[in-house]
């Protein structure tokens, strides 16, 4: 079984935000593969299906990007899910917009909701997903930059983006990590 995990914010106020990538590919798998995120638990919304013959929780965590790893953590605990099954999926602002790209394991780099998860499972060790969202012209304006509306003309090239994520994350599912970074990096 698989927990593919999409980071953001509560949608009815961070919807349309470049820090709701996570989110947003996960509304796309959960549409593609009608699964239902209706249930509460986890201190997130989930649903559970199937991908490519293999069963998956889906899940977006409710806590606030900061404390993601929260969500993930009792999720992994209840469901006993091996991190080699865990895909998270976040927005990058160390990555071109609209760019996608996977990884096998790594660090969380300055994103503060790959932190709390890292920490929270004493790991790097699991898949990722990351869309990118590009760096502000003003560092100093980043927390707006993530957490402010997307601008329209950019919406379309961060639709395309989760598109693609979405894609990336079958992918991992069907055919591997490996065949996945050949793919999509």
């Known amino acids: 079984m698989y927990l593919i995990v999409g980071l953001g914010n509560p949608e009815e106020e961070y919807g349309n935000t470049r820090h709701n990538m996570g989110f947003n590919?996960?509304?796309?798998?959960?549409k593609e593969y009608n699964i239902d995120l209706n249930k509460k638990k986890f201190k997130g919304l989930y649903g559970s299906g199937i991908i490519e013959n293999e069963k998956v929780i889906l899940l977006k965590p409710q806590t606030y990007m900061n404390l993601s790893g929260e969500s993930v953590k009792e999720?992994?605990?209840?469901?006993?899910?091996?991190?080699?099954?865990?895909?998270?999926?976040?927005d990058d602002i160390d990555i071109e917009p609209g760019i996608v790209k996977t990884r096998k394991m790594g660090g969380s780099g300055t994103h503060n909701g790959m932190k709390s998860v890292v920490t929270?499972?004493?790991?790097?060790?699991?898949?990722?997903?990351?869309?990118?969202?590009?760096m502000p012209e003003h560092k100093n304006d980043l927390i707006n930059y993530v957490i402010g509306a997307i601008p329209e003309e950019e919406k379309e090239k961060l639709d395309k983006a989760t598109t693609i994520a979405k894609n990336a994350v079958i992918e991992i599912i069907k055919n591997g990590i490996d065949v996945a970074m050949n793919k999509f990096n």
Do not use: P
């Open 25 to 30: 590919t996960i509304n796309k798998i959960s």
């Open 120 to 134: 929270k499972l004493n790991s790097q060790n699991f898949k990722r997903v990351r869309v990118g969202i590009g």
């Open 75 to 90: 999720a992994i605990d209840f469901y006993k899910i091996d991190l080699d099954k865990l895909i998270v999926i976040y």
